[in-house]
């Protein structure tokens, strides 16, 4: 990965102090994962730029990894696009300047100089939106492009990654940290395990800007990998630098109790369904990084807890978030998880009495969504099945969405109430179960509500064709 970093200070060669790298000279720094390398492609008293090359080796980057050897350890982007480790790099080679001290130029640490700061290739998940959304907020001008797949097939339209130039009037270290804490926000990934010091770091990193952030639940939650225990902390730890109201008299009147985030709504109403259900044996089907699984090993009433995902690197992530290795001997025999393509017949997955598909077939392409209903409904036959998918009609709300869009990158559809009563019917009718459509989260009276829920139960014997009514209740959050 390649960041330049340009002023026009003058003179502008002041650089080299402020980051304590001399400009005639090419500096390099041995990483556990690659080498960066510090060098200065202009120096003149009017315009100077430092460059930061760093060239990741995927063979110490897996060889600090403490789990298994998996191919994905190697053939991935991380030596292109690798953000977390850019924002690590930043620290250790401009670690004397992201502290604001310069023995040699002391007033000018303290001073606010023109600055321009490019990234040529960065995974931004979001885009330029959320990276304008991002930056904005602290005197920066956003300017950039989004990056095609291939710029010789135009058609095969736009990638993750954005050109990223931003323009601005600030200290240098005021930069240099607002580049570590938000460079893996937009990536939206880090490239190691999230341990609690991270909290520190960001809290060290954030100090005199990010308490009074517009998208500050945003930048902690990404930051810390959305693990939700870390994001408390962390926002509990900023709450005392926020003002607090000039008049008392604004804080009176009746608490009002702060909305939970849909993900947890959709959870809560996964939970309450499946215990309707009397399930005691349950596969949380396209698990991911096991966030219900977490919910589903704290009822003792599921004996049997099965978490199933195509991806391996996503389980491995379930596995440290659960912490497997540390449960005791009868908790850990609760819980297994393996690896399966939900598309097709997998004889691990028969027999129980129920399965979560939680925002899972709008992956799918619609094409290959018979293939999943056939090894699902047709083969592992549980006694029911619970599905829950987003709303299309509802996108309307989300004012940052754009007409047309979907909520995710990866969905490759999203249904109105509509088209999903009309899956439903079909699927009931062709493997023989009854289904329940239900609301999850709060319903707009115009375009329903963000999330869709069907729970289908096994009828014995099948009777194809005949459903029940459709009964259309809201779940309690």
């Not at 970093?5 to 080299?16: E, I, N, Q, V």
Request: glycine share 6%; net charge negative.
């Amino acid at each position: 990965m390649l960041l330049t970093l340009s002023t026009t200070h003058s003179p502008a060669t002041d650089l080299g102090f402020l980051l304590v790298k001399h400009p005639d000279r090419v500096h390099s720094f041995e990483l556990s994962h690659g080498t960066a390398t510090v060098l200065y492609p202009e120096a003149s008293e009017q315009r100077c730029t430092a460059a930061l090359l760093l060239e990741i080796d995927p063979q110490r980057l897996a060889d600090t990894r403490a789990d298994g050897q998996q191919l994905n350890q190697y053939v991935n982007d991380r030596p292109y696009a690798a953000s977390s480790l850019l924002a690590a790099a930043l620290n250790r080679v401009f670690r004397t300047a992201a502290r604001g001290v310069s023995k040699d130029r002391p007033e000018l640490a303290a001073t606010a100089i023109p600055l321009s700061i490019r990234v040529p290739s960065l995974r931004a998940k979001g885009g330029l939106k959320l990276a304008e959304r991002l930056f904005a907020p602290l005197g920066w001008t956003v300017r950039g492009e989004v990056l095609p797949l291939d710029p010789a097939f135009p058609e095969w339209g736009d990638s993750r990654y954005v050109d990223l130039t931003l323009d601005g009037e600030l200290r240098l270290a005021d930069a240099l940290n607002h580049l570590y804490v938000l460079l893996p926000v937009l990536d939206d990934a880090k490239h190691y395990w999230v341990a609690p010091d991270e909290i520190e770091k960001l809290l060290r990193a954030g100090e005199g800007w990010l308490a009074g952030h517009p998208e500050r639940a945003l930048i902690i939650r990404r930051y810390l990998a959305h693990s939700r225990a870390l994001a408390a902390k962390a926002d509990a730890a900023l709450a005392p630098l926020e003002e607090a109201p000039a008049d008392d008299s604004v804080a009176e009147g009746p608490a009002v109790e702060k909305a939970k985030p849909l993900n947890v709504r959709r959870r809560a109403a996964v939970m309450a369904t499946l215990a309707e259900t009397g399930a005691t044996r349950v596969l949380d089907l396209g698990c991911g990084g096991g966030a219900l699984l977490g919910d589903l090993i704290r009822e003792k009433r599921y004996t049997e807890i099965v978490g199933a995902d195509v991806s391996p690197k996503v389980l491995e992530i379930a596995e440290r978030r659960l912490r497997l290795n540390r449960l005791p001997d009868r908790q850990r025999a609760r819980i297994k998880l393996v690896q399966s393509a939900l598309t097709y017949v997998d004889e691990r997955l028969r027999g129980y009495d129920a399965a979560v598909l939680m925002e899972v077939i709008e992956h799918l392409d619609l094409p290959r969504l018979p293939a999943l209903c056939a090894a699902v409904f047709g083969d592992a036959k549980p006694g029911a099945v619970v599905v829950t998918t987003p709303n299309v009609e509802y996108n309307v709300r989300y004012e940052t969405l754009p007409e047309g869009g979907h909520r995710h990158d990866d969905h490759r559809f999203e249904w109105t109430r509509a088209e999903f009563a009309a899956w439903c019917e079909q699927v009931a009718a062709e493997y023989g179960y009854t289904y329940t459509l239900r609301d999850v989260g709060d319903t707009d009276p115009e375009v329903g509500p963000p999330t869709q829920l069907a729970l289908f139960i096994k009828t014995e014997p099948h009777q194809a064709g005949i459903t029940e009514t459709i009964a259309t209740e809201e779940v309690p959050a």
